[in-house]
């Protein structure tokens, strides 16, 4: 019984997976189309990880597996599901849209991203990022990808009203004036915003943007793009003088817990370990109705430490909308996946949170049992 095979992709569609199933000795073959948006270009598709399912056939429950695979296709907005039977159609079209939990999608969230530095590898983070918040079954998540650095910005102005959040992976080209306007209305209106790592370091001279982030680093940022925010005596401080953002060499640290109170951060412990990552320092801003929520320290015998307490979440009120920041989950062009930083539980799940925070202004998500604490990372395996 084949519900649709290669052939039958049409030109335009975006596919998210191939997925085989093997019902009662029958294999039926299914692909699924999912949200995406580009303009005017090819990007990689998104690829959710395998996960299993049930499903009620021939009158006993059975279960499934879907393996994920990785395409290249020109996006379409819709969800269609291409069969050669109508019975199969509908068959495959309910077993392949089992979610992947038991929670109901409350918030449309769009993912964008398009363009990196030479240190960040945006395919591999925003692929990651995609299968985090899926994981949840909380986000219609749909990939938004900008014009390459070879091509022209000008046709690029997303419909930002459509979406609860907006989780920024992006560190590259300045919009558009009209788009950055319009963003920033939508953020002030009451949108919801996530800063994932590099995305901190884009936009140095859109003054909007680094009131949106609070701080950033690099690109030509020093004393004069604002303060550096630490975290001193028990409290956040905006500390003067001179200095640029740095980082020491990945390796495993401590998070400590600032605001425990904080939705994203209730019920976390008050130290818990992160992967592999890059402790950002010395980030300056403009720093206005920042909360910080999590710091960390690297010994100042590191190459490129501080020794400070530096913020690692932070979270951010921009007019009457909301913006969580996160300084960790770097991925470099040379990492291979899984990769630590983003595998870490820690990573995950304040993303995760952090998310439904800017999206719904609560947080629903339980801690989970394999949530770090203060000695030894936690991973999971985002394959």
Same mark, same amino acid.
């Given at each position: 019984? %084949?519900?649709?095979?290669?052939?039958?992709?049409?030109?335009?569609?975006?596919?998210?997976?191939? *997925?085989?199933?093997?019902?009662?000795?029958?294999?039926?073959?299914?692909?699924?189309?999912?949200?995406?948006?580009?303009?005017?270009?090819?990007?990689?598709?998104?690829?959710?990880?395998?996960? $299993?399912? #049930?499903?009620?056939?021939?009158?006993?429950?059975?279960? @499934?597996?879907? $393996?994920?695979?990785?395409?290249?296709?020109?996006?379409?907005?819709?969800?269609?599901? @291409?069969?050669?039977?109508? +019975?199969?159609?509908?068959?495959?079209?309910?077993?392949?849209?089992?979610?992947?939990?038991?929670?109901?999608?409350?918030?449309?969230?769009?993912?964008?991203?398009?363009?990196?530095?030479?240190?960040?590898?945006? *395919?591999?983070?925003?692929?990651?990022?995609?299968?985090?918040?899926? *994981? /949840?079954? #909380?986000?219609? &998540?749909?990939?938004?990808?900008? $014009?390459?650095?070879?091509?022209?910005?000008?046709? @690029?102005? =997303?419909?930002?009203? !459509?979406?609860?959040?907006?989780?920024?992976?992006?560190?590259?080209?300045?919009?558009?004036?009209?788009?950055?306007?319009? +963003?920033?209305?939508?953020?002030?209106?009451?949108?919801? #915003?996530? %800063?994932?790592?590099?995305?901190?370091?884009?936009?140095?001279?859109?003054?909007?943007?680094?009131?949106?982030?609070?701080?950033?680093?690099?690109?030509?940022? !020093?004393?004069?793009?604002?303060?550096?925010?630490?975290?001193?005596?028990?409290?956040?401080?905006?500390?003067?003088?001179?200095?640029?953002?740095?980082?020491?060499? *990945?390796?495993?640290?401590? &998070?400590?817990?600032?605001?425990?109170?904080?939705?994203?951060?209730?019920?976390? =412990?008050?130290?818990?370990?992160?992967?592999?990552?890059? %402790?950002?320092?010395?980030?300056?801003? =403009?720093?206005?109705? &920042?909360?910080?929520?999590? /710091?960390?320290?690297? !010994?100042?015998?590191?190459?490129?430490?501080?020794?400070?307490?530096? $913020?690692?979440?932070?979270?951010?009120?921009?007019?009457?909308?909301?913006? +969580?920041?996160?300084?960790?989950?770097?991925?470099?062009?040379?990492?291979?996946?899984?990769?630590?930083?983003?595998?870490?539980?820690? @990573?995950? &799940?304040?993303?995760?949170?952090?998310?439904?925070?800017?999206?719904?202004?609560?947080?629903?998500?339980?801690?989970?049992?394999? +949530?770090?604490?203060?000695?030894?990372?936690? #991973?999971?395996? %985002?394959?």
């Amino acid at each position: 019984m %084949l519900v649709s095979g290669r052939d039958s992709v049409p030109k335009q569609g975006t596919l998210n997976n191939r *997925q085989s199933l093997l019902l009662g000795g029958t294999a039926i073959h299914g692909i699924v189309y999912s949200r995406a948006v580009t303009f005017g270009h090819q990007i990689r598709s998104p690829m959710p990880i395998s996960r $299993p399912g #049930l499903a009620w056939h021939d009158g006993s429950m059975v279960t @499934f597996i879907a $393996p994920a695979v990785n395409r290249q296709v020109t996006m379409h907005k819709r969800v269609k599901l @291409f069969s050669t039977t109508g +019975f199969a159609s509908v068959l495959a079209a309910l077993l392949l849209a089992t979610p992947a939990t038991s929670q109901s999608v409350t918030s449309k969230v769009m993912l964008l991203t398009g363009q990196a530095s030479i240190y960040h590898d945006w *395919q591999k983070s925003s692929e990651l990022i995609e299968r985090i918040l899926r *994981q /949840t079954g #909380l986000f219609d &998540v749909d990939v938004v990808s900008t $014009p390459s650095e070879s091509e022209s910005m000008a046709g @690029f102005s =997303p419909q930002w009203s !459509d979406y609860d959040a907006v989780v920024l992976d992006y560190d590259g080209e300045e919009w558009p004036e009209a788009t950055r306007t319009a +963003f920033a209305d939508y953020l002030a209106s009451g949108g919801g #915003l996530v %800063l994932v790592h590099a995305a901190d370091n884009a936009f140095p001279d859109w003054a909007e943007f680094q009131a949106m982030a609070g701080v950033g680093g690099w690109r030509g940022r !020093d004393e004069s793009a604002g303060p550096m925010l630490r975290w001193h005596d028990g409290e956040q401080t905006l500390v003067q003088g001179q200095g640029t953002a740095l980082h020491p060499p *990945q390796h495993d640290f401590m &998070v400590l817990t600032r605001a425990p109170e904080h939705p994203i951060m209730r019920g976390l =412990p008050p130290a818990w370990m992160q992967a592999h990552d890059e %402790l950002y320092s010395q980030l300056r801003g =403009p720093a206005n109705n &920042v909360t910080v929520l999590a /710091t960390a320290k690297a !010994d100042s015998s590191m190459r490129g430490a501080t020794g400070e307490h530096e $913020p690692m979440l932070l979270v951010i009120q921009y007019g009457s909308g909301r913006v +969580f920041h996160t300084t960790l989950g770097h991925v470099g062009p040379q990492d291979e996946l899984p990769v630590a930083a983003m595998s870490s539980v820690g @990573f995950i &799940v304040t993303l995760q949170r952090g998310t439904e925070w800017v999206a719904t202004n609560t947080v629903t998500q339980a801690v989970p049992e394999d +949530f770090p604490g203060p000695n030894t990372p936690s #991973l999971r395996n %985002l394959r």
